[in-house]
């Protein structure tokens, strides 16, 4: 197995697959650890975290190992958010934090996310250096080093409760809560890493929180619940008459809401709503929002009448802030509710401080959610996902490229066609905006039959 000029093993976010398979095996899982670890240098210090599936400890372990056996010293934090370990890593000055997570993905499924000490995502060409050195050490079925390594549970020092509340105290204090007090949410945590964090956040925010979907077993985690079923808050919302709903990821490291009619708030309302504040009160830098390809017409139309510029970059949300970091914009994000603001500390995707952040917008300008972004109109939009056997380049298969031209001709600049590979799943992603649902549904399903018969497993 050769690595070739494009990664193998890291997506959009970070290594993902199947635990217990490759690349999620024990051999190839020390092996990334050892790679990240000659990457990083001798006595390297590196923050550990994971996430609430079952098979996030002996992972988080194995990797552990692979980073004792090249020198590096590790801490876990224990179960926490993505953002967490990333504002560990900058903030307390370790070489790289490591997160054991799939993020959205199921419970069978499992991933290991890298920041590097400054609390950003590896650069890609970064990633592929290290993809190298993974191979090479899998060529040579040898695991013994020079350095014995030693039981990572004993190595990972104590200390987990301090680390989690450094994050905690940060999350909140990048917010103006005098006005929370009144608010009553609910919160759902996706059984995944906010489960715990989140009833901490919320009680030192004096926020008014009802919880549900916090009562993780290893593998309960997205099921039913959490960001991808944004639906079951929004439900529980109107239920309980409550001021607006909070959903989250298995990370934590995005948020959808839901307004007190039981209505689904998504990430594009969300930008919306943060660019207008943060444009009213002067942070909002060249009165610019970066969004992906996925995101709404409507948004665009919505921020233009607010004198605000929207630019696209690619799907997920490391490339979202590479944009902003080229352009200097202040916040950015995607529609899957991955919102990155850059006029505080943060440098990464956090769900809670996005959660804390819409709260102290609703509550500075005293009215509900749904009437802060009644304004968006929403172009009909749909995606259908295609389990794919390989990702081929969807332009060398000529009937998908043929149906993706008929849509672009038909829908003529009055809608968007936007067909790419999932960064990851095995999955083939069409989207299609249009002006009217029969024209969305009839080139959606065109092309997806066409990737369907092409790639489908």
């Known amino acids: 197995m050769q690595p070739g000029k494009e990664r193998k093993l890291f997506g959009t976010d970070g290594i993902r697959g199947v635990a217990g398979a490759f ?14 670890g000659h990457h990083l240098g001798a006595n390297a210090r590196v923050i550990m975290g994971q996430d609430t599936r079952e098979s996030s400890r002996w992972i988080a372990d194995e990797v ?20 967490g370990i990333a504002y560990l890593a900058r903030a307390q000055r370790f070489s790289a934090g490591i997160v054991i997570s799939a993020s959205h993905n199921p419970w069978t499924d499992n991933g290991i996310k890298v920041f590097g000490g400054d609390g950003y995502k590896l ?13 090479k050490l899998l060529a040579d079925t040898d695991r013994s080093s020079d350095i014995e390594p030693s039981d990572p549970a004993q190595a990972m020092l104590p200390g987990e409760a301090a680390l989690r509340h450094a994050y905690i105290q940060w999350v909140v204090a990048n917010v103006d809560r005098s006005n929370m007090r009144g608010l009553s949410v609910e919160v759902d945590c996706a059984n995944g890493a906010a489960s715990e964090l989140a009833h901490d956040v919320f009680s030192a925010a004096d926020v008014d929180a009802h919880f549900i979907e916090d009562a993780p077993d ?25 001021d607006l709903g909070i959903t989250f990821d298995g990370d934590a490291d995005r948020a959808l809401f839901a307004c007190s009619k039981g209505k689904v708030i998504n990430g594009d309302a969300i930008l919306l709503l943060a660019a207008r504040d943060m444009k009213q009160r002067g942070t909002l830098k060249g009165d610019l929002v ?22 696209r970059a690619p799907v997920g949300d490391k490339y979202v802030l590479e944009e902003m970091q ?14 990155i603001f850059r006029d505080g500390e943060a ?55 043929d149906a993706i031209r008929a849509a672009e001709q038909e829908l003529d600049g009055n809608g968007r066609v936007v067909v790419r590979y999932s960064g990851t799943e095995a999955l083939a992603r069409v989207m299609i905006e249009a002006e009217s649902a029969e024209l969305m549904h009839k080139h959606a399903d065109a092309i997806a039959a066409a990737i369907q018969k092409a790639l489908g497993v």
């Open 23 to 36: 690349p999620l095996d024990t051999e190839t899982v020390f092996a990334i650890g050892r790679a990240l």
């Open 64 to 83: 552990a190992a692979g980073l004792l056996s090249a020198g590096a010293q590790v801490r876990s934090a224990g179960v926490i958010t993505t953002p």
């Open 123 to 135: 650069a890609d060409e970064v990633e592929l250096a290290v993809e190298h050195e993974i191979f």
């Open 218 to 242: 290893g593998r309960n985690i997205n099921e039913g619940c959490g960001a991808l079923h944004p639906e079951v808050v929004a439900n529980a919302t109107l239920a309980s008459r409550s």
């Open 290 to 311: 970066v969004a992906t390809t996925m995101s709404n017409m409507g948004l665009e139309a919505a921020l233009k009448r607010s004198g605000i510029r929207m630019l």
């Open 326 to 339: 080229q352009t200097g914009a202040s916040l950015g994000g995607e529609q899957s509710g991955h919102i």
């Open 347 to 401: 440098t990464t995707g956090d769900g809670l401080l996005t959660a804390l952040r819409v709260l102290e917008i609703v509550a500075r300008n005293g009215k509900p959610l749904a009437e802060l972004v009644a304004d968006l109109k929403v172009f009909p939009q749909t995606i259908k996902n295609v389990r794919v056997r390989e990702k081929r380049p969807l332009t060398d298969i000529a009937p998908v490229a």
